[in-house]
């Protein structure tokens, strides 16, 4: 089907899709660029449109024939109705419409990433994407983090959205229900401040691990819920890292030492 008028009603809606209101309105999210839309056909999320610039250049001939298998419309659209719809600067000229059902449940695995308050986009896209390769499953997005579905998010993530688990609600109240399926696990925090370090700690049993923001830091109530602070230790005079890479080194350290598990089930 073919769309010129960036007043239809589908360019409108899809174009929605860039304001959080939006995302939510229609749970659904935008992802862009050759890369994404392949991730996105070839994941288990419900894809409800595949859109093509028309005077994009070389058609996408491999991911509409990815679309037609799964039975997902394809739009191709003109200059002006794609720019309308499009988040980048230099757009690739393919984008999908991906379903997002709203809230998305919680499962509380037994190894788990907590944002709370982390804003900055790229933080929370690098992070979603370091959780994934580190045998995370599901990312709690505190209510004051970056929308996880927020474009420069899912670019960051580098298709990682597609396969994580990400509820948001309070930081809190997610990890109070977190303990209800996990009463011998923990809440860990990294803190510059701290004593032990995170080679020192024991990450082999169920673990909540907690991001804050780098400028306002953690939450006094997710604070006061954390069971142990840890530190990352570093040479002088460098005192900090930069949120998304303290988290990595984090959640790479808790990867090594359960030896390389998922924790998406229970602690071996």
């Not at 580098?158 to 229900?177: I, T």
């Not at 990450?203 to 991001?211: D, G, M, N």
């Not at 819920?225 to 984090?250: K, Q, T």
């Amino acid at each position: 089907m073919f769309i010129e008028s960036t007043h239809n009603p589908k360019v409108r809606q899809w174009a929605s899709l860039k304001t959080r209101k939006g995302r939510r309105e229609h749970s659904a999210f935008l992802a862009e660029g050759r890369r994404l839309v392949g991730e996105a056909l070839a994941s288990a999320r419900s894809v409800r449109a595949l859109l093509w610039d028309v005077a994009a250049g070389e058609e996408p001939v491999e991911l509409k024939r990815l679309a037609e298998a799964r039975g997902v419309p394809i739009y191709d659209l003109s200059p002006q109705a794609f720019a309308a719809v499009s988040d980048t600067v230099t757009p690739q000229g393919v984008a999908v419409v991906v379903e997002h059902p709203m809230p998305s449940a919680a499962s509380f695995p037994a190894f788990t990433l907590v944002l709370d308050g982390l804003r900055d986009p790229g933080n929370v896209g690098t992070l979603l994407r370091t959780a994934e390769a580190f045998g995370v499953s599901e990312v709690c997005c505190g209510a004051d983090a970056a929308d996880p579905l927020a474009p420069k998010v899912v670019r960051a993530s580098m298709g990682a959205v597609f396969r994580l688990s990400l509820p948001e609600q309070p930081s809190r109240l997610y990890l109070h229900a977190w303990r209800g399926h996990w009463p011998d696990g923990q809440v860990v925090v990294c803190d510059a401040a701290a004593e032990q370090t995170c080679a020192e700690s024991d990450f082999t049993r169920p673990t909540a691990i907690v991001v804050g923001s780098e400028a306002w830091g953690l939450s006094e109530d997710v604070r006061a819920a954390a069971d142990r602070f840890v530190r990352i230790p570093m040479d002088p005079p460098v005192e900090s890292l930069n949120a998304a890479v303290a988290g990595s080194v984090m959640l790479y350290e808790a990867y090594r030492q359960r030896g390389g598990r998922s924790g998406a089930g229970g602690v071996e």
